[in-house]
């Protein structure tokens, strides 16, 4: 029995994932998902004793599955007996499930705790340990720890050329526009927006000296998002090509 | 005759497009712009009678259509007799068409069933039984399927950073902008607008400290379109080099 | 003279531009500078005489040109004596440089023909028969003429997502949001310009299912701009593995 | 101590930057972040000594760098003596140097040279002096360099779609919304936010046939990102098989 929770708690590094697990994931999804929709008052209000009830099932659930987890990890011999348990208790995978039930006692049943209950969302990081699933994962961040440089030198240019933006505009629009362009951090406002394609069309230049300044920036812009992607193309370009010399070589 | 229309309806296997199958195509297209037309009430309201008549037109020829390609299909072995053709009704491609009939003898000529109609253009999907046309189309899926693990984690990172930042501005405006950020749905529709580029600008932050994190949010965001672009990218470009390596054996 | 006018003009393959050449390029360019200034009501008004003489001396300009380019052409055996010339005034590049010269004759200092006059800008791409400095354009076209099924499929798939959004949008919010969604070719134009990332926020879904619609709608959007990026990416990674393979081989 | 002043102020070349130098560097950021503060009327307003002593503080600490910098100078043997000082300050970096301590003469301690101060932030290039921090910029500048007339050309087809787009609406729509679109230079305004689809959403076409070129303008403009994005990402990946290439044969 305690074996049995011992595998199914994924508690040793067994290659897929154990049924049990699949459920737990399944929980802490719907759990989210049900603290997501409690923070709309025209939905929680009105059902605020459902709520409430959800709250205690979910609590429990953590509770009682974090007591089985506690009892079926004596079977490894890292964490077995009362000192095992205490230093299992501060791994790092663990401190997040202990943070995941802290709602259940503080607030069991209120709504006040929400984000107390959206850190349960940690918990799916725990499928990290389980090294099958996750293999684009860990491709994409190769690529970004190969690229790390050229990535940060592009932000840098990204940056600067939203400073300059913003500088410029103040320049052009500060004295008409004053809500919106009045001061450089307001006109950053705006270069953050515009450069990143985002265009809320709360503020935009007004002035011809301003649009012209615009036309230029946007169009400077394009790199914004060219440069980065050409990075990350060539990153996962070079990724494959190693991939593929080392199978001719093995 | 029976053979001529069996080889036209592109029952059999060939490779290019009959001149029949491409006059049917072009119906489809031209009846599917009518249905598109017909829901714009300030054109239909003034052009009833035509469109009844349009309506009748192309149920007619759907069904004659149908009739005629239950007809040819006997010269296909698999299809043949009575029960050959009830078998040829329940292929997936023949429900399509038999779907796309209904609305003539259901409806005949009034506008209710636009939606039925509007399933005609599934027809066009018969086109990948022949195999010279879409070549590229297969090319986009098997890069979509070589790198379906790393889209699939450039999806969850987008929907990291969505959920992530819906929260953040929950938390930073949901006091003072009660209708727009006053819960994480409502934020959530903010963050999928922002991160995808879209920027409606119907809702927007107005606190500092809510644009700040936005600023944050929105470099950040480049990601959402550089990491998938990127995968995509090294997909087609180690789909050609393994086709000339293929080339170079060969 | 009649042969420094001939190798100026252009009139043969000279690989580098003529001074000549340089100097009716720009002036091309200045005169579409003053026909888009001309457009804007609150400029011209002001300097109608101003604008008069501009167009004036443009038109005799390009007339005077013109007939150089007549005179100068005669060395080149194909176009020499009378019967030449008129052969070479309906080659293509002589026929957009007639059409370049027609509003000084008709409209000589009006505004009206300020179309005639924009078609001055097709004279630029007589700038192709040169082969020295297109090199780069070269290779964008054949790079699009290697992935033309490719783009061609990609072009499909975005014309489908947004046909479907177009009428999940209109099934959602036709009935609530007349004007904006009341008819697909309405919700198209919201369609548009939400996947494309345009994002003007004239029309958006107000209601609950619309919008989660719209974010299931323009977070698979993301593909619109990264399918055709990654398959340009990969055709200009595959030219350029192609010249270098070439360049080993040499 | 002037020898580890002159080290330590980065004058001589080496690899690695010295605390003294991040220091500055530093101070720099902190002195530009004040500058932006500064120009918030509600935040200066409400702190005007705070800010008078804050720029006498950093107009003070870049004085007596630059005088410091000056001194240690010496031991490089082109900038020793009297001569060699007047020699190095007229040096590009110094020149800079000195721009940056101006506002310290000037309007020590007042908030109207703020752009005078905003050129501290040039002092930031400096850092390109040291070679090992600057790889991945090299890199980036590199492939715009081997890509420059592909990108050009990218340009270029982006200007003549915006051009072009620009003169179809103000035909579509000048007559009906002379304000937004009532010449081309209103019009280009319009076709600039668009095509880079930042889409403010201050001007849209409302007329039917205005709507249905904006739909294919926009559906073609998806290419003013994938086209250059294509061209880096193809430039990355030859610069990554280049250095390959070399590695193998080393």
Redesign the interface.
Known sequence: MKEFLFRQLSLDKNPSLSILTKIIYIVIFVSIFF???E???SISNNYKHFFFNVNMFFGSFFVFEYLLRLYAVGLDKRYSGFKGRIFYIFTPFSLIDLLAIIPAFIFPGSSESF?LR?FR?LRIFSILRTSKN????R??IK?FMNK????????????SLI?ISA?LL??AEGGIQKEAF?????S??WA???L???????I?PITAIG?IL??FI??T?????????????????????QS?DKSNLG
């Open positions: 603290v997501v929709i923070t709309e008052p984000l959206l969302v996750t293999e684009g994962l491709l994409i690529v790390k440089y050229e990535l940060l030198y592009s932000l840098l240019i990204t940056l400073f500088v103040y320049l009045g001061s450089i951090p307001r950053l406002w953050v927006t515009t990143t394609t985002v265009g809320y069309g709360d935009y649009r615009t036309i946007t169009i812009g394009i790199g914004v998002v060219a440069i980065p992607t050409g990075i990350l193309a060539g990153g996962f370009s070079e990724i494959l090509s593929k």
